[in-house]
Nanobody
Framework: QLQLVESGGGLVQLGGSLRLSCAAS????????VAWFRQAPGKEREGVTLITRGGNTYSLESVKGRFAISRDHAKNTVYLQMNSLKLEDTAIYYC???????????????WGQGTQVTVSS
């Protein structure tokens, strides 16, 4: 059974950087679309960025140029590099694995537990 565990969240200053990790176990991530979602207090969960099994990436317009998703096949891990962080990036970040290329959370069957990212001034 595929299991995902996020790590790397924390408190970061406005304009700072953070790298999140999504470590998989039980199965390889190679054949999945892997996406990062986030949910801020009082707001709906939204897809942030994803990477396909072929290595194509897609991102929210608001994070393009600031966030980058990548895979390390040897470590069976997906990363989210976040730069130039803004206050509105504050949220719990989740990674998820699915079989479709979409930001619709309903299409992802395996989720991590989430990691908190807090951006402060």
């Amino acid at each position: 059974q595929l299991q995902l565990v996020e790590s790397g969240g924390g408190l970061v200053q406005l304009g700072g950087s953070l790298r999140l990790s999504c470590a998989a176990s039980g199965s390889t991530l190679d054949y999945y679309t892997v996406a990062w979602f986030r949910q801020a207090p009082g707001k709906e969960r939204e897809g942030v960025t994803l990477i396909t099994r072929g290595g194509n990436t897609y991102s929210l317009e608001s994070v393009k140029g600031r966030f980058a998703i990548s895979r390390d096949h040897a470590k069976n891990t997906v990363y989210l590099q976040m730069n130039s962080l803004k206050l509105e990036d504050t949220a719990i970040y989740y990674c998820a694995a699915g079989t479709a290329v979409t930001f619709d959370a309903l299409n992802y069957g395996v989720w991590g537990q989430g990691t908190q990212v807090t951006v402060s001034s």
